[in-house]
């Protein structure tokens, strides 16, 4: 037994140790931890502005008018104050006061620039297969971003039982998603005002009426009270899934690639002159454990502090780790 203990600390201390190993295990955190401080930035829409002009052609007659009111610039400003003072609200008092000052600025770093579109309305009987050839048209003004064609049943049916029309989106090649987003999201915004419109109906009042918050859920435990955590419960069995799988990978490598390193150099002749090959191997895998248990319990320090940072350490039930022991003494031997 002491002999095969020899063995295995040997190939814990040679592969611990290393640099490489050092660097590779903390590298894998670091570059988490990069890319959740680097994401906001590099994937954000704030510095992206919705520009071009739209033809629509509206058999309805009233679609239009409600994205030309929707699109018009007074329009577009109370929406966006509107939408900045309900993020503002969120925020704590010191960051609504510095707000307050700069309010303009303030807006524009938290929303983006401003969208800059132009309606142009074509007749309703116009062609559609010669309008979509507008749409790679060369302008010295703003970009022709989409043809829009609203059904003629869009807002009243032709008649009573049948189902309501909706309308085309024809774009030019390569137009961003976040132009066929908002273009999506304006259309069906007009057609429901205008089909409310028709019946003599308050938008507003029906989406107040329809809208209901979604409440966050309170835990209660045998003991305390906490706020419940969404997807928590979801994202932690698939970090320990990954952990099992990193700690496994891990130590089955490390054991394949001294094994032929060794036997590569004759340095296993020399072993097997002092222990059985049983033995050999038998430390060989117990230090490849050990290697990957390093490895898991380095990182699941590492998460056990990210939980005590934010505050959740208490969302953790310590059995679970236990569990994930004997889940990868399983799997690794087995």
Do not use: C
Request: proline share 5%; hydrophobic share 50%.
């Amino acid at each position: 037994m002491r002999r095969i203990l020899r063995v295995a600390l040997r190939d814990f201390l040679a592969t611990v140790a290393t640099k490489g190993f050092i660097i590779g295990l903390f590298i894998t955190p670091a570059i988490g931890v990069a890319v959740a401080l680097l994401a906001p930035s590099l994937f954000s829409d704030r510095g992206y502005q919705i520009e071009g002009e739209y033809a629509v052609i509206d058999p309805t007659g009233a679609v239009y008018a409600e994205m030309a009111d929707a699109l018009d610039p007074d329009s577009v400003a109370r929406r966006r104050m509107e939408e900045f003072r309900r993020t503002l609200d969120q925020a704590p008092q010191v960051v609504q006061d510095m707000a307050e000052a700069a309010a303009q600025g303030a807006m524009d770093e938290a929303l983006g620039p401003a969208p800059e579109v132009r309606l142009s309305a074509l007749s309703a009987d116009t062609d559609v297969e010669a309008a979509k050839d507008w749409l790679n048209e060369t302008t010295d003004g703003p970009r022709h971003t989409a043809l829009i064609v609203i059904h003629a049943d869009a807002v009243e049916t032709a008649a009573p039982g049948n189902e309501l029309g909706t309308y085309d989106l024809y774009v030019p090649p390569g137009l961003d998603d976040r132009d066929l987003s908002f273009i999506h999201r304006n259309v069906r915004d007009a057609i429901a005002d205008a089909r409310a419109a028709s019946r003599a109906l308050d938008r507003a009042a029906l989406d107040t009426l329809f809208d209901v918050p979604r409440q966050t859920a309170t835990t209660v435990g045998p003991e305390n009270e906490r706020e419940t955590v969404r997807g928590f419960n979801s994202l932690l069995p698939m970090a320990f899934m990954i952990l099992l799988f990193m700690g496994i990978m891990a130590g089955g490598q490390t054991m394949l690639t001294s094994t032929i390193e060794e036997k590569s150099t004759r340095v296993v002749e020399v072993l097997l002159s002092a222990v059985s090959p049983m033995e050999l191997m038998a430390g060989k895998l117990l230090g490849a454990v050990a290697i990957s248990l390093v490895m898991i319990g380095v990182y699941v320090g590492l998460g056990l502090v990210a939980l005590w940072s934010f505050s959740m350490f208490g969302l953790l039930d310590p059995w679970l780790i236990l569990y994930l022991l004997i889940f990868f003494l399983i799997g690794f031997f087995v």
